[in-house]
Nanobody, 128 residues
């Protein structure tokens, strides 16, 4: 069992930046693909991005590509989501998630059902 705890959310003006962190319990963090998702009120949970186990490969949704960056520090059991040039439409609860599969295709990494563990979420609000 892995416990994930997000932090770093808050209120920011459009054009601003935030960095979210997700800390994981346990000693197997480096064996998980880590993903970030977000959910706005009344909407489905959407894929934001993901990072493979070594941290060398990342994937992003088109809506955040070029503005958001995912990184991970396996020594600290932490994955980060750096969000720049924030827009009001980025307002949502942001969740990190862990996929314990041996291998996941690039396409599958965008599917919430693929992930085994989830954090409680952190609110990000971008004002116009």
């Amino acid at each position: 069992q892995v416990q994930l705890v997000e932090s770093g959310g808050g209120l920011v003006q459009a054009g601003g930046s935030l960095r979210l962190s997700c800390s994981a319990s346990g000693s197997t963090f480096s064996t998980y693909i880590m993903g970030w998702f977000r959910q706005a009120p009344g909407k489905e949970r959407d894929f934001v991005g993901a990072i493979r186990k070594s941290g060398s490969i990342t994937y992003y949704a088109d809506s955040v590509k070029g503005r958001f960056t995912i990184s991970r520090d396996n020594a600290k059991n932490t994955v980060y989501l750096q969000m720049n040039s924030l827009k009001p439409e980025d307002t949502a609860v942001y969740y990190c998630a862990a996929d314990r599969s041996f291998f996941t295709t690039t396409q599958a990494m965008g599917l919430p059902a693929r992930y085994d563990y989830w954090g409680q979420g952190t609110q990000v609000t971008v004002s116009s």
